[in-house]
């Protein structure tokens, strides 16, 4: 098995106590990954879903994977792109990894993020984001990531990838008291827990769709 990451800072461990052990591929593939299992972690801080075409997309396709994780969304929001554009990006990306169908793909929608303490600050004009930022109404940025998950999930169905529902992850945390937890000192990222969960996530997406083939 060769299994490639693909994303931005989350899939880098940022907010983690130790990134090249916590970040969530990393848990990922020790937990649910043969030993043989090779990791090759592409991400870059920042990227888009159009970054990733340009600078992950061949890195990825260099390793020949088996496997391929994909978590690119929130930085999408934060820069505007539309749900349509989104779309029709991750459809290309998602369509190069699959080819003829070889590797399998697993793809992250976004999760909630109406509760980050980055967000609640800058609705309360404490801490500014910028243009573009994640500072609508709680509504708007909802519907933006509904939005976006009703993109995702047509990508996952029109290529045979496989839906990690981060977003059902995150609204459970946040029924049950633990969404705080999940989110690290900066108010953005993932924490250890965060990334625990999210690996768990990931893993239980491969495990239900091994079962099912």
Not at 29 to 46: E, I, Q
Not at 121 to 134: E, P, V
Not at 195 to 212: E, M
């Amino acid at each position: 098995m060769v299994y490639v990451a693909i994303g931005a800072s989350e899939s880098l461990g940022v907010g983690s106590s130790d990134p090249a052990q916590d970040a969530w591929p990393a848990v990922f593939a020790r937990g649910f990954l043969p030993h043989s299992a090779t990791f090759d972690n592409v991400a870059v801080s920042g990227a888009t879903v159009e970054d990733a075409l340009q600078d992950q997309l061949s890195q990825a396709l260099a390793a020949h994977p088996t496997l391929v994780t994909v978590w690119l969304n929130v930085n999408d929001l934060i820069a505007s792109v539309t749900p349509a554009d989104y779309q029709h990006e991750l459809q290309s990306l998602i369509s190069q990894l699959r080819q003829k169908g070889g590797t399998t793909v697993l793809v992250a929608n976004t999760p909630p993020l109406d509760q980050l303490p980055i967000y609640l600050a800058c609705r309360s004009g404490s801490f500014g984001l910028g243009t573009g930022s994640l500072c609508p109404a709680p509504a708007a940025l909802d519907a933006s990531v509904d939005a976006y998950n009703r993109a995702t999930s047509a990508v996952v169905a029109s290529t045979g990838a496989i839906l990690v529902d981060l977003h059902a992850a995150g609204a459970e945390a946040e029924k049950d008291g633990t969404y705080a937890s999940l989110v690290s000192a900066d108010g953005f990222h993932p924490s250890d827990a965060g990334y625990a969960l999210v690996a768990r996530t990931f893993g239980a997406a491969l495990q239900k769709a091994a079962a099912a083939s």
